[in-house]
């Protein structure tokens, strides 16, 4: 068993002891385990368990219990640790009953569990979103120590989950209804980059699937929304990218997508120029020099460019530039979109974009055609 000091939870010594959570596949999977020991034995346990792929055996409390004729139902309440994860404190409940002879293990998707509609995700179309890492982690717990699965149904519901499921990428991935069932190794490590690359990865995976050749990626909805005011892409052609642009780009390289417009703000813009793949702030910076030499090399004024070399920011660099602020843009869009092309090594259509915080498009690598 994990340390009780902590409430059954592992915590992080690299991250400064933040707590770590459980994923709403590990809920659900210990709420299957409880339920179907109560259908079975006609009671439920005071604590419910599962062993995690990892080997960790936490324990929860119940937050459901409810034992009916020939059915049982489970819940316990999702705890992500200090992860800011939306579905922190939602209720995973499982209800388990016997099914069809020789049919195994069934899952359904209750009250706030999505369906998967399109094409390219880890399940089948028609398919509740419980993701094959918890089905397996659910399977595990309703056999024990039993070689034999048990012939059950089991339905995974979520109140509040159709909710959440808008602040999630769940609708652009065509899973409606509700938010996914996650998780590979059952533990939420606080702020971790997996499970934004994860959804950036299945978002690629289903743009491929339905046939898309243009994606557009932004490092976030601002420039997203200012890159599709002009492009008009579907939904399902909108990548989250984030600060990801590393995990982005490696994964394209995978599928045969034709054409990419990615759109940022100045300053991300500009680490992804010198070849910076992670572009959040405090694993990346701006090199001030490099864009105080830029602007050398346009033509500009001494006092211009020892201004913009004191600069601590590429937003007070672009302010700096004044009048030629279009003409260093272009030259960072224009250099970032030669680092995206050799980590792809060719084979597709790059256009880098860059906006300001009132949707102008300051400038483009002018490669991709509108």
Not at 17 to 26: F, H, K, P
Not at 79 to 99: F, K, N, Q, S
Request: hydrophobic share 40%; charged share 20%; net charge neutral.
């Amino acid at each position: 068993m994990l340390n009780d000091k902590n409430h059954g939870l592992p915590t992080n010594r690299a991250k400064k002891e933040l707590r770590r959570g459980w994923t709403t596949g590990a809920c659900a999977a210990a709420a299957a385990g409880a339920a179907y020991h109560a259908l079975i034995n006609g009671n439920f346990t005071k604590k419910a368990t599962v062993r995690l792929p990892g080997g960790q055996i936490p324990m929860f409390d119940l937050s459901t219990a409810e034992l009916g004729d020939g059915y049982a139902v489970a819940g316990i309440i999702k705890d992500a640790g200090d992860d800011p994860d939306v579905t922190h404190g939602l209720e995973i409940i499982t209800r388990v009953e016997p099914g069809p002879k020789g049919g195994g293990v069934q899952f359904m998707a209750g009250d706030g569990v999505g369906v998967v509609t399109l094409p390219g995700l880890p399940v089948g179309v028609g398919e509740p979103a419980i993701n094959p890492g918890p089905r397996a982690m659910i399977i595990s717990a309703l056999k024990g120590e039993q070689t034999d699965v048990p012939d059950v149904l089991v339905t995974i519901s979520v109140p509040g989950g159709e909710e959440i499921a808008q602040k999630t990428m769940n609708p652009r991935l065509g899973i409606k209804g509700g938010i996914s069932i996650l998780g590979t190794s059952g533990i939420v490590i606080p702020y971790s980059c997996s499970s934004w690359i994860h959804a950036i990865r299945q978002g690629i995976d289903v743009a491929s699937e339905l046939g898309l050749e243009h994606l557009l990626a932004a490092t976030g909805r601002t420039s997203e929304s200012a890159a599709n005011e002009i492009l008009n892409l579907s939904e399902q052609a909108l990548i989250d990218m984030g600060d990801f642009a590393g995990g982005m780009l490696k994964y394209l390289v995978t599928k045969k997508i034709k054409r990419i417009t990615i759109a940022g703000g100045f300053g991300k813009i500009s680490k992804l120029a010198q070849g910076e793949m992670d572009l959040h702030s405090s694993r990346s910076s701006v090199d001030v020099t490099k864009l105080a030499q830029m602007l050398e090399q346009l033509g500009a004024d001494k006092k211009i460019v020892d201004s913009a070399k004191k600069s601590t920011t590429a937003a007070q660099i672009l302010e700096i530039a004044g009048d030629m602020k279009s003409s260093l843009a272009n030259v960072v869009a224009k250099q970032a979109r030669e680092v995206v092309m050799a980590t792809l090594s060719g084979g597709v259509d790059v256009d880098i974009w860059i906006f300001d915080r009132n949707k102008n498009r300051l400038a483009t690598s002018n490669q991709g055609q509108e």
